[in-house]
């Protein structure tokens, strides 16, 4: 019966919208505010005009929705005008009191590089549409939403582009050598299908320095790999074989040199966790207190002519 009244609803076309659109403000446990919202999915593009109706015309209490529903069926392109200035302006506000700032500790992949060195990332990775992002909506879309689409260029070639989130500036005084500061890039899509290994020894060869870490609790591996001026010089993975690559660094010396007696045999030919070496080399995912992070975070596209309003999905502030 329920499936009988889930395919007479997309049946009715736009017309189901309206009366649709109430129940997905029901956050009681047993709403069926899920199965609304996958109807409206269900229409697409149908629901696009009569969602854009309500955004102008009303009621009040259903525009919120329509907002976010237009995002989630066609990306920040099926928002007018005065919609998506509304929204970059309240990008811009959140942004000023997004303090402290959070990263996924719980697992993930990203490179690191040093934060002054912005430009030539942006340059050597080809990034284009850049713009600024709070960093809960930054590492949705890079790690949680659509982070890639496949599209056709000019010349009727079919490509795929990436969406990536860098962070805001990190300082972390306890940072081997003399970069302090550091920014992080985010893009499970990106890293995964590009190499983040590869990438970021490409990304060393212009910034002097980039690392890729790995934290995959699901697998319980961890993978940490830096790179200098184009070259690896040093690597650790759980999997792989021999496990360490390269001459031990420094903060790996004093860990062996320090461990108690539970610890010896775990530091022996280095560090094997991922976390502990991004905070020593450069910083860790986390909690990042107020003081020492600055400026803000961008999203940004791998391709000119896809910006990143054109990826599906609403992402909170």
């Known amino acids: 019966m329920r499936d009988a009244a889930l395919d007479a609803l997309v049946a009715l076309g736009p017309a189901a ?54 995002v989630e069926l066609g990306g920040a392109d099926a928002l007018d005008a005065i919609d998506r200035r509304a929204v970059e302006r309240l990008v811009r506000i959140k942004i000023l009191d997004e ?53 056709q260029d000019a010349q009727g070639e079919r490509n795929r582009v990436y969406r990536v989130f860098i962070t805001p500036e990190f300082e972390n005084r306890r940072a081997e050598g003399p970069i302090k500061n550091w920014r992080m890039l985010w ?20 910034c002097g320095e980039a690392h890729f870490y790995v934290l995959d609790p699901y697998h319980s591996s961890h993978c940490w790999y830096v790179a200098r001026d184009g070259d690896v010089v040093r690597r ?49 995912p986390g909690r990042q207190l107020a003081k020492y992070t600055h400026g803000h975070g961008w999203l940004a596209t791998t391709h000119p002519d896809v910006p990143n309003t054109r990826f599906k999905g609403a992402l909170p502030l």
């Open 17 to 70: 919208v309206h009366h649709l659109l109430p129940y997905t403000r029901d956050r009681r446990s047993m709403s069926p505010s899920s199965s609304v919202r996958y109807i409206i999915k269900l229409l697409g593009d149908e629901a696009l005009p009569r969602l854009r109706a309500i955004r102008r015309e009303g009621p009040g209490r259903l525009r919120g929705s329509a907002l976010e529903l237009l």
């Open 99 to 151: 303090r402290p700032v959070e990263t996924p500790a719980e697992g993930g992949r990203w490179l690191a590089f040093p934060a002054h060195r912005l430009d030539d990332v942006v340059n050597s990775l080809g990034l284009h549409d850049m713009q600024p992002a709070t960093s809960v909506m930054g590492v949705a879309a890079a790690t949680q939403a659509a982070d890639s689409l496949e599209f």
């Open 236 to 284: 650790f993975g759980t999997y792989a074989d021999p496990e360490f690559e390269g001459t031990p660094l420094p903060f790996e010396a004093w860990y062996k040199e320090n461990a108690d007696e539970d610890e010896v045999e775990m530091y022996v030919d280095g560090v094997p966790d991922a976390e502990t070496a991004a905070d020593n080399l450069s910083v860790a």
């Open 187 to 206: 893009g499970n899509s990106f890293l995964d299908e590009l190499d983040g290994f590869l990438l970021s020894t490409e990304l060393s060869e212009h």
